[in-house]
């Protein structure tokens, strides 16, 4: 036995006093009577009760010496080496993946996680003075509320500081993390709450196994208690899989989303779903699933500009959080486009009659005046996402994306200080070609997919030598007609055909190569997805301030790079995060329940306005975060666990001491003296 407090056992000094006050013999008063008849018979009794009386007083003193050691023992704080050795070291693991929302009959209303707290806050009540704790919640990854200690107030401020997430189930993180935890305590025990719906093949094998053998020492290894405690028993559930959207394969200006439904319960299931598109509803679709069937369903037909979508099930089962995904139809800019033509009626139809495109028509003469950087009038500010020239070559070419259509030859003395259209564009305009058919072409280009050019008849095309850096995408023979040059500063597409002298126009395959040829320039051959599942990182570009702020609000002392961004997220349940940002990445990991994620993004130091106007139009994006997880709609026990799992802790043997021994010598001092108290109020009767 060992003592925290060794120097408290000076106090047994205090013995000495209470000894002499116990021998002191006190002097009697003398008082006088008128007779000593009665006091001689009592006189007589007091001397047959006299030992007894000195009994009473020594049992008395005793009672006291023996108060005085128990006090000064609990003050000297004992510690006995058999209860170290029976002190525990739990590890507990409590789950709040999204099974854990699972609400069943049996809990009154309470999810399994509810359940899984209450179960591990009794488990900290259970705790003795020696045992100590440390709680590890878990879904995808690990965290550690709280490092081993015996304090129980900040023990259940941590178990109740765990909070339900939509996030997928894998335990084996967890475990790996407890178990490397366990392996420095000399008594350690792991205790897992959870509704083990999904347990791996290696997590089965490291739950399953025993501690192996040291071959040095034949000594067993470190051995550590394993308490797999399941939460909930039943499987109806019936969930949301997959909620995705896409281009429409048939309509090039409509979205489509494939909607998956699985039927995880063991009895057929009938319910409706219901589609909404920006929270009015859009569509309703009957289902009807039995046991384990899955059903996939594409919904299209929305509108053009974009919105929010949201899927719901319109059922009652145990678990909510899969009965709803969302998702986004992005918004589609228009494209604008500029035409440089003298006339060109089936060029401008072909443009006309896509629904992205904002189209502007100009003459040559038009455009040198109105366009190009050196003119009076110049309109370049407009920002002309692509450009195409019919049958016109300009003097100069900038930056951008341009496409050409049977541009004439234009010799270097015919421009401005020699400088021709030749040289800087880098190709020469051959001769006529004498037989004009278009014998091969690059099929699975972009440009050229989904297009049949087989008997085109061409009445006018011309030889061209394309740079060296140019793809051919189509030949006459040996001939170009048709090729791309793709540099850091331009995207180029030239044609050497005259399209108003073929019969291109009258196919199909003309507005196709035109609407192609502007997806190419912009590389949006797909939509850009705002999709998460729960639990991932957001990772957003950050337009550069500049590009936010209205051009007349910038200052040539402006720099995007020193300029500090606030982000404002705004999530489900109206919960908001602000956070400043340098630099153009943002990451965000709290994504941790479904539902829409909005994002603000404004100048930190920024107070005007019209800088917070501008700032509204340009920085909202709108991120779809959904569980649509078929393993997590399963929320049944995996079998191959039951009969691993337990109804509840396992006590330790030595459930008596729960509290120091000192608390057991205190409880035994106040004791005696109650025993005290008895004795002394008899002697005063007596």
Do not use: C
Request: no cysteine.
């Amino acid at each position: 036995m060992n003592f925290l407090s060794p120097t408290s056992l000076l106090l047994f000094g205090l013995a000495f006093p209470i000894v002499a006050l116990y021998i002191l013999k006190l002097r009697r008063r003398r008082e006088p009577v008128s007779t000593l008849m009665f006091w001689e018979e009592l006189f007589r009794e007091r001397q047959t009760t006299s030992l007894f009386q000195r009994l009473k007083h020594l049992l008395s003193l005793l009672l006291q010496l023996l108060f005085l050691t128990l006090l000064v023992l609990s003050i000297a704080r004992p510690q006995f080496a058999f209860i170290a050795k029976s002190a525990r070291q739990l590890v507990l693991i409590i789950d709040q993946s999204a099974s854990m929302n699972a609400i069943e009959a049996a809990t009154d209303g309470r999810t399994r996680l509810a359940v899984a707290k209450g179960r591990a806050l009794r488990s900290v009540d259970g705790l003795r003075f020696m045992d100590e704790m440390t709680v590890i919640s878990s879904h995808t990854r690990p965290i550690i509320h709280i490092p081993f200690t015996n304090h129980q107030k900040s023990l259940r401020e941590a178990i109740n500081a765990i909070q339900p997430t939509d996030i997928s189930t894998d335990l084996e993180p967890a475990y790996d993390l407890a178990d490397a935890i366990a392996q420095t305590k000399p008594n350690p025990e792991i205790v897992i709450f959870s509704d083990f719906q999904s347990v791996s093949e290696e997590l089965l094998a490291k739950l399953k196994s025993e501690p192996e053998q040291d071959t040095n020492t034949e000594a067993p290894a470190h051995e550590i208690k394993r308490h797999l405690i399941r939460i909930g028993k039943t499987s109806d559930n019936v969930g949301i899989t997959k909620f995705r959207v896409r281009k429409s394969l048939v309509n090039a200006f409509d979205y489509q989303t494939l909607l998956r439904v699985v039927n995880a319960s063991e009895a057929e299931k009938k319910f409706n779903v219901e589609l909404y598109f920006d929270e009015n509803l859009f569509d309703v679709r009957p289902y009807t699933l039995a046991p384990g069937e899955s059903r996939s369903e594409i919904f299209s037909n929305f509108a053009f500009e974009g919105g929010k979508l949201k899927a719901v099930l319109d059922i009652q089962d145990s678990l909510v959080s899969d009965n709803i995904a969302y998702a986004t139809l992005p918004k589609r800019d228009l494209i604008p486009v500029l035409l440089v033509t003298a006339e060109n009626p089936f060029l401008q139809k072909a443009l006309a009659v896509d629904e992205q495109i904002q189209l502007t028509v100009l003459t040559p003469i038009e455009y040198e005046t109105d366009v190009l950087p050196e003119s009076a009038n110049s309109q370049e500010k407009k920002g002309y996402q692509v450009v195409i020239f019919d049958r016109y070559s300009p003097p100069t070419l900038g930056d951008g994306n341009y496409m050409f259509i049977y541009p004439p030859a234009v010799d270097s003395s015919e421009t401005p200080n020699g400088r021709g259209s030749k040289l800087f564009l880098q190709w020469d305009i051959g001769a006529a070609l004498e037989t004009s058919i278009i014998t091969d072409w690059e099929r699975t280009h972009p440009i050229l997919q989904h297009v049949h050019l087989e008997n085109v008849q061409i009445g006018a095309a011309y030889a061209v030598t394309p740079p060296p850096t140019a793809q051919v995408l189509a030949r006459s023979f040996e001939s170009p007609v048709l090729f791309i040059d793709v540099n850091p500063s331009q995207k180029i597409v030239f044609a050497a055909i005259n399209i108003l002298e073929s019969d291109l126009p009258l196919r199909i395959a003309f507005p196709v190569i035109i609407a192609n040829t502007i997806q190419w320039f912009q590389q949006r051959s797909e939509i850009e997805e705002y999709h998460l599942h729960t639990g991932e990182v957001l990772k957003q570009q950050i337009e550069s301030i500049d590009a936010i702020l209205q051009p007349e609000l910038k200052t040539e002392t402006d720099s995007p790079e020193n300029s500090a961004r606030l982000v404002k997220i705004t999530g489900p349940e109206d919960q908001t995060w602000e956070f400043s940002v340098e630099g153009d990445a943002l990451l965000f990991e709290q994504t941790q329940r479904a539902g829409f994620y909005a994002l603000k993004i404004s100048e930190a130091a920024d107070s005007t306005p019209e800088a917070s106007d501008s700032t509204e139009d340009n920085s909202g994006t709108v991120w779809a975060v959904n569980l649509a997880d078929a393993t997590e709609s399963h929320i049944g026990t995996d079998p191959a666990v039951e009969d691993l799992t337990k109804e509840s802790v396992a006590q330790s043997g030595a459930a008596l001491l729960r509290y120091p021994p000192w608390v057991y010598l205190v409880f035994l001092a106040v004791g005696l003296s109650v025993v005290e108290w008895f004795l002394y109020q008899r002697r005063r009767i007596d």
